[in-house]
């Protein structure tokens, strides 16, 4: 199979329609359509049912979709990073979301810097969830993220810290007094609030502890007693010494932290 005859497979798979794949391809539709039957010939099986309105993915099809997206990040992966190890000046691309390092960059920073391998860190930011994506696609070397291992399926993960939560409440809120909350209290003041009415100072969050040193003045972070730890995690795609190194610092930095 060539990556061409992948990428147009994808078009269609995601599409369901060979006109508006073709046109978000930029070719006509003619040869993509020869191109999806050669492709079909040599697998020996249908990928599409083709109907008045367009195409669905049969079973082999799905199976195909998932393979050539995965096949497809691993070659824009590999000339992401064939590109940065080229550059003059090489770095170390962390991704991180503002806010995501349970407080350990600095130290972690700090850390790395004593390492022989070491290179300049380049900080990328990113929204939430895009850090396993950035990572597979060559466009970082690791991540510093709240979240769960199951949402990094094919990359090394370690576990830094486990954080407890908090509850964000505007400071005038009938919970923002206590020392600490339930998880019911919360869930039951949530139902309590009209969504229609209500104004942006009422929305309530759960989230990390880490987090409540950065909230604004107006706001008011109180301990969630049954919430369930939130976990730090370290994630990387390919070790490099550069990587190992920064993997080391990172857990270095955290059980010092902690202990």
Known sequence: METRELAYFVAVAEERHFGKAAAKLGIAQPPLSRAIKQLERRLGVELFTRTSRGVDRTEAGEVLLEEARRILEAIEA???RTRRAGQKRRSLVLVLKP???GGLLPAIRQAYEREADALPVEVRGCGTGEQARLLR???GDVAIMHGRRSDLIGLEVEELLAESQVVILPPGHRLAGRAEVRLAEVADELRRTDTKRAVPNRAMAIVPA??????RRDLVAVPVRDAPTASVLLAWAKETKPIA???????GAAQSATS
């Open 245 to 251: 190194a920064f993997v080391r610092a990172a857990i």
């Open 99 to 101: 806010g995501g390092d």
């Open 78 to 80: 590999a000339a992401q």
């Open 210 to 215: 880490s987090i409540a040193a950065q909230l």
């Open 137 to 139: 696609e060559g466009a």
